[in-house]
């Protein structure tokens, strides 16, 4: 239990309720029976002052509990409750001294509680209600008051006689200001769609039963009756002692009551009917021909005007707001199906829960994970899809990313109950709040990565390998752009990874060093798809060296690349060098010798025949 639902247990509340019921009690029993006017009026005031103090120190007790978005409607319901108490407490000096004046001071007290009431409703409402809802509630407030007031006057002014304005003005504003107010509560409810509580019916109940003992104290008071006593008399404290336990236990919360919201709609449009029909009544009874004075019939009939013109105008404000609703609605739609579309068409997986883990929605691609439809898995958490071990990683992740209050990143292997497919998901979780930073819930957003995880293993194999070998590998674009090299080739030409990607084939080879060369290569390669040649390489010392290189051709998403594998041939082409040597120079002289002779003799009397001057090349070599 939180400290306001604790409140009633606490020993001061206690205390209090137990002085003040003890109070009303002692007041109603002894009335019963006491026997004379003076001990009558006696336990009155008695049970009417256990009942205001009560009240009063109740609800403030109750403020201290109350939510803060809450404490300044209260805090104006809590300074009429107050007012009223001191009111009765003048009352009771009054009463003392014998005082028996009317408008007497303790009225400047008692008709604090309608306004201050009405205004604290009022405020407590307006905190939650829109623009629109904000003008609805004080357009039918005032109509349910000009309504009420024009009952009140058809029952007060026909039994006015000698009775001056200024006392008749008071008589009429109890009755007035409380029921005024009482209305502004009630129709708050269907127009707010707020929940049913019992402490807010209760607190309605006193405040309307508070206004009806006023209307009844009032009449009996014009009608010259004896009021010492009446029935109706400990009903005031009862029904302020009520105001007081609802203070208590305030709450005023909106409610998701689909059904319910039904049932307010059509009162809010039976409410200005209502209004018109209680102002016709009112008409009835002040007609003329009843008895009822010109003056009394005029004002009536004026403050029934007002009504039917409130209520035309209200009507007309529900039939502009309809309009508006069925665009509104019409748009939702429209909207609500693009948002349909997007999320059924969009491969990732799309969910949203709430903050206690519950799903909210998702879309088609995240039907798939659990094998079911959205509405089956709409108010169920992932207990109720998959093993308790996933289930419980799966809401871990859930409450770091409510921690952290920003989007969470991870990896997690899952299993599709839908065709039993394994994959693996990258899954970003981002927690949604409202506009007072409290958490709502958290949406997910799933990738699968399957095949991007097996090309990078894939790529990390091919990588692995060919930093294994021992040729310089490379992979370069049409431009001759490198797009990877290995550990090799970064030693051969002695830099790092990230100088060569800077460069390009042309920057490397000692051989083709324009970029017409290197398009006149790719052009063959492109034609064979494979070539083995040699070349040479220019290292960063400036050094240069012979390599064979074996090119390949191949295209990947539509883009053409060469994988080249280049070996240093140093070694072998110093070996062929030596053995050139000893084949065609003597070891001892370094001279050249006969074989040397006879292939050049072989040279000569091939190019000769090709070009028709034999004789003239034999003397030439033999010269030579």
């Not at 819930?441 to 692995?464: C, K, N």
């Amino acid at each position: 239990m939180n400290r306001r639902d604790n409140r009633v247990g606490q020993p001061p509340v206690r205390l209090v309720l137990f002085a003040g019921l003890s109070g009303l009690l002692a007041g109603v029993l002894g009335i019963r029976f006491a026997q004379d006017v003076t001990w009558v009026r006696f336990f009155d005031n008695l049970h009417w002052t256990a009942g205001t103090v009560t009240a009063a120190i109740l609800a403030w007790i109750g403020l201290h509990g109350v939510r803060s978005e809450s404490a300044r409607g209260v805090r104006w319901i809590a300074v009429g409750l107050t007012g009223y108490a001191t009111g009765q407490m003048i009352w009771d000096l009054q009463a003392a001294v014998g005082y028996r004046g009317f408008p007497s001071p303790s009225d400047l007290f008692y008709l604090w509680l309608g306004p201050c009431v009405g205004a604290g409703v009022l405020l407590e409402a307006f905190r939650m209600a829109s623009r629109v809802q904000r003008k609805t509630l004080v357009l039918d407030g005032a109509m349910l008051a000009i309504a009420v007031l024009t009952l009140v006057l058809v029952l007060y002014l026909p039994k006015r006689g000698d009775t001056a304005w200024l006392a008749m003005s008071v008589l009429v504003a109890y009755p007035v200001s409380l029921f005024s107010a009482a209305c502004i509560g009630l129709i708050a409810i269907p127009i707010l769609r707020l929940k049913l509580s019992w402490s807010y019916g209760l607190f309605l109940v006193s405040l309307a039963a508070t206004g009806i003992c006023w209307m009844v104290w009032n009449l009996m008071a014009l009608d010259g009756a004896t009021l010492d006593g009446a029935w109706f008399n400990s009903l005031f404290s009862f029904s302020i002692v009520g105001m007081g336990l609802a203070m208590l236990h305030w709450k005023v919360e909106p409610s998701h009551n689909t059904a319910l919201e039904r049932w307010y709609e059509g009162f809010l449009r039976l409410l200005p009917l209502a209004a018109v029909v209680l102002s016709g009544v009112a008409v009835k009874l002040a007609d003329p021909h009843l008895g009822v004075s010109r003056t009394v019939s005029d004002v009536v009939d004026v403050n029934a005007l007002i009504v039917v013109m409130l209520a035309m105008f209200r009507q007309s404000t529900l039939l502009r707001e309809h309009d508006l609703l069925k665009t509104v609605t019409r748009n939702l739609e429209e909207s609500e199906q693009q948002k349909n579309l997007i999320l059924g068409t969009v491969p990732d997986l799309v969910w949203l829960k709430d903050a206690e883990g519950r799903f909210r929605m998702c879309n088609a691609a995240f039907e798939r994970l659990f094998g079911a439809r959205e509405s089956d898995i709409v108010g169920k958490t992932d207990f109720d899809f998959v093993e308790p071990a996933l289930a419980r990683f799966f809401q871990q992740k859930d409450r770091e990313a409510m921690a952290a209050g920003q989007p969470v990143r991870n990896e997690e292997w899952v299993t599709f109950a839908a065709d039993g497919c394994r994959a693996l998901l990258e899954t970003v979780k981002t927690p949604l709040r409202d506009r007072q930073g409290n958490v709502l819930g958290v949406l997910g957003i799933a990738r699968d990565i399957t095949e991007r995880e097996r090309a990078s293993q894939q790529l990390a194999l091919v990588d692995f390998a060919l930093n294994h070998v021992k040729e310089a590998a490379y992979l370069a674009d049409e431009q001759g752009r490198f797009h990877y090299v290995n550990d090799e080739a970064c030693r051969a030409l002695g830099k790092t990874r990230e100088a060569l990607l800077a460069l390009r084939v042309i920057d490397v080879d000692a051989d083709v060093t324009q970029p017409e060369q290197w398009q006149a290569f790719w052009g063959q390669l492109k034609a064979n798809r494979t070539m083995t040649f040699e070349s040479r390489h220019a290292a960063a010392d400036g050094r240069s060296f012979p390599v064979e290189i074996n090119a390949n051709y191949f295209e990947y998403a539509g883009e053409a690349y060469v994988l080249g594998l280049a070996r240093d041939i140093t070694e072998r082409k110093g070996v062929e060098e030596q053995i050139r040597n000893l084949a065609y120079f003597d070891a001892l002289t370094r001279l050249p010798n006969r074989r040397l002779l006879m292939d050049r003799l072989g040279q000569a009397l091939s190019a000769s025949q090709r070009s028709g001057e034999f004789g003239a090349l034999l003397i030439l070599d033999l010269d030579q």
